[in-house]
Structure formats: C-alpha cells, structure tokens
C-alpha cells in the first residue's frame, strides 16, 4: 500500500508558476513509476505527466515545455513545476502512483492516488 499526499496548489494569475509536491509513504519508493493527473469541472480525469524510476519523463501534448515533472528518491516525493501557466490550467491535480508498466498514460494504469490539491489560474 502506498499513501500519496499533494501539496502546492493555489491560485495564480496566467502567466504564472507553482509546484506541486507529492509524498509517498513507502520507502520502496524509488521503484514506482510517479504520475500526474488532472481533473477539470465535467471533464474527465487526464493525464499530464509520469516519470520512471530511471528519470524517464513523459508529458502531454498539452503541457511539452510548460511543466516539468522530477523526483527526489531520497525524500519520496516527486514534484510538477508548472510555468507559464494558462487559465485552461485549472483543475484539481492528483498524484498517482504504480509498479513498472510499460504503459504510463492512463487513469488505469494507476494503483494508488492521491486526495487531489486543486489549482486555479486566473486570466
């Protein structure tokens, strides 16, 4: 079992950052490959980027050159920089978490969640 807690969401004017953290609680943390999602008001949950245990990084369409995913091994957390922040940005953001699979970028794909830390930009 593996428990995931988000921080580092608020409001920010477009334009703007935030990072986002993430904390495991299990110490086998390293071995997870670590997920971002999204949430929009009616709209399904999607995917925004994932990182493997190696450092190997994917990200949407969406978010390619805005947000930056990264881990520390050491401190069990992972972390989204987002820059240049848009107002279509706007969503609850959710931390996931699964063993190795060669497919990373679905809702399915994903064993364990976080409780979600909402961000909202403004225009």
């Known amino acids: 079992q593996v428990q995931l807690v988000e921080s580092g969401g608020g409001l920010v004017q477009a334009g703007g950052s935030l990072r986002l953290s993430c904390a495991a609680s299990?110490?086998?943390?390293?071995?997870?490959?670590m997920g971002w999602f999204r949430q929009a008001p009616g709209k399904e949950r999607e995917f925004v980027a994932a990182?493997?245990?190696?450092?190997?990084?994917y990200y949407s369409d969406s978010v390619k050159g805005r947000f930056t995913i990264s881990r520390d091994n050491a401190k069990n957390t992972v972390y989204l920089q987002m820059n240049s922040l848009k107002p279509e940005d706007t969503a609850v953001y959710y931390c996931?978490?699964?063993?190795?699979?060669?497919?990373?970028?679905?809702?399915?794909?994903?064993?364990?969640w976080g409780q979600g830390t909402q961000v909202t930009v403004s225009s």
């Open positions: 996931a978490a699964t063993r190795w699979r060669e497919r990373i970028t679905t809702v399915h794909d994903y064993d364990y």
């Open positions: 299990r110490s086998t943390f390293s071995t997870y490959v």
């Open positions: 990182i493997r245990w190696s450092g190997s990084s």
